[in-house]
């Protein structure tokens, strides 16, 4: 009789476990982290910094095709005025290393970014403040 109670509540144990699985996955999934979501927020747009500005320059020439205007998104690319992308979850060196090397698709569904040859270090740094300071006007930190 004790053999049963014990499988049986292994059975339990196994369905809760999948139970909160897919829970979690739905959260995540129904907007947490965004994966299908790329309807641009309004987004607050600060007054720049003189660096800032120039990193708008950049970004509009050489990122906004994919990442939208203000960093916001596009069929082509993620938002990167989004929590995922701030500092928290990614450093200023992510950025980085993603126009240098490219990035492997993760948290969207639109495939790897391809490295951005064309972006100099310098021009990088630009951009990264940039965006950084529509994400503290847009309350990402």
Not at 86 to 113: I, K, N, P, S, Y
Request: with cysteine.
């Amino acid at each position: 009789m004790v053999e049963g109670g014990v499988k049986r509540a292994g059975r339990w144990s196994i369905l809760a476990g999948l139970l909160t699985l897919f829970i979690v996955l739905g959260y995540l999934g129904a907007g947490q982290w965004g994966r299908d979501s790329v309807t641009p927020a309004p987004l607050i747009v600060p007054t720049l910094s003189h660096e800032a500005q120039a990193g708008r320059e950049v970004f509009d020439r050489l990122c906004s095709a994919c990442h939208g205007a203000n960093a916001s998104g596009s069929a082509a690319g993620p938002p990167l005025v989004h929590r995922i992308y701030g500092q928290v979850h990614h450093a200023d060196a992510a950025f980085t290393l993603a126009a240098r090397r490219g990035v492997q698709a993760h948290h969207w569904r639109f495939g790897d970014m391809p490295p951005q040859p064309s972006a100099r270090g310098d021009e990088i740094s630009l951009i990264v403040r940039y965006v950084r300071e529509l994400q503290r006007a847009n309350g990402i930190e």
